[in-house]
């Protein structure tokens, strides 16, 4: 029993020995200073893919408790956190991973009168590490053009719209085309036989 609680130790020692650590960086935000961001790895805390989280904040659901780090933008419009920072999160498999930014137009972002953005596709978002890899750092770069451009905001926790009109209107359903079909068939009969 002894061994084989020392063997676990020491499997649980060699994973955490392995263990990537994450950091990342963000520049640009200056406009959103004192507003919340968050950060996200895909395959970490339930961030299965960016589509995963977007749907969360569409319903106004709050997703601080998937994000890899979050905090607020600072007054140069960073968002950041030290690879090599005491208790960093770490990432412990081997593997490619893609992180991505949402930051928000409030310190306390509230469904329904708060706005988010997200913040992805650059190359230094999407990293390789090995199981020798002591640290990696996410460098989004700067964001200001994503931010300051208004189409890509949305609003974190949509109300359900409002039905629009009908896209096409003045034609029926088939079911209810048939019916007057065979409606019209019977009256032009009627008429006939009379």
């Known amino acids: ?101 949402v930051i928000f137009d409030s310190a306390t972002p509230t469904a329904g009168s708060s706005k988010y953005v997200v913040v992805d596709g650059a190359s230094t978002l999407t990293k390789t590490i090995g199981a020798t890899t002591a640290s990696v750092l996410f460098a989004a770069g700067n964001a200001g053009s994503i931010l300051s451009e208004d189409s890509n905001w949305k609003s974190f926790g949509a109300s359900t719209p409002t039905p629009g009109p009908d896209p096409t209107p003045g034609v029926p359903e088939p079911t209810s085309g048939l019916l007057l079909l065979v409606g019209g068939a019977l009256l032009g009969l009627r008429r006939r036989r009379a």
Do not use: E, H, R
């Not at 020392?6 to 994973?15: D, N, Q, Y």
């Not at 392995?18 to 950091?23: D, E, L, P």
């Not at 601080?64 to 007054?75: F, H, V």
């Open 1 to 101: 029993m002894k061994k084989l609680i020392v063997f676990a130790a020491c499997a649980m020692l060699a994973a955490v020995t392995q263990a990537a650590t994450v950091g990342w960086s963000l520049a640009g935000a200056s406009a959103y200073a004192g507003d919340a961001y968050q950060f996200f790895v895909i395959g970490q805390k339930g961030a299965s893919s960016i589509a995963t989280i977007t749907a969360l904040l569409d319903a106004g659901t709050d997703t601080d408790s998937y994000a890899l780090g979050s905090g607020a933008i600072a007054a140069n419009g960073t968002a950041n956190a030290a690879a090599n920072a005491a208790g960093a999160p770490t990432l412990a498999d081997a593997g490619t991973y893609t992180g991505f930014y």
